[in-house]
């Protein structure tokens, strides 16, 4: 499993693309203001949260590379 933080933005949108084209499994951390309908139909898990807060964080990091 792979964690794209900032899954939405220019980079890391296209992060979850390519890795989605490769059939690998993705996690994008995204904001709840965040536009991720695209991320989730490419079928990445999406979990919604702040880089800021610890117990949001702890969630999205386990079972990833």
């Known amino acids: ?3 794209v933080t900032g899954a939405t933005g220019g980079l890391g949108r296209r992060i979850v ?4 084209t490769r059939d690998l ?3 994008a951390f995204v ?3 965040s536009h991720f309908a ?4 490419r079928g990445a898990e999406i979990l919604i949260g702040d ?3 610890s117990p949001d964080v ?5 079972g990833c590379e």
């Open 1 to 3: 499993m792979y964690l």
């Open 17 to 20: 693309r390519l890795l989605r």
């Open 25 to 27: 499994p993705v996690r």
């Open 31 to 33: 904001r709840l203001t």
């Open 38 to 41: 695209e991320l989730e139909n």
């Open 51 to 53: 880089l800021q807060r």
């Open 58 to 62: 702890e969630k999205p990091v386990g």
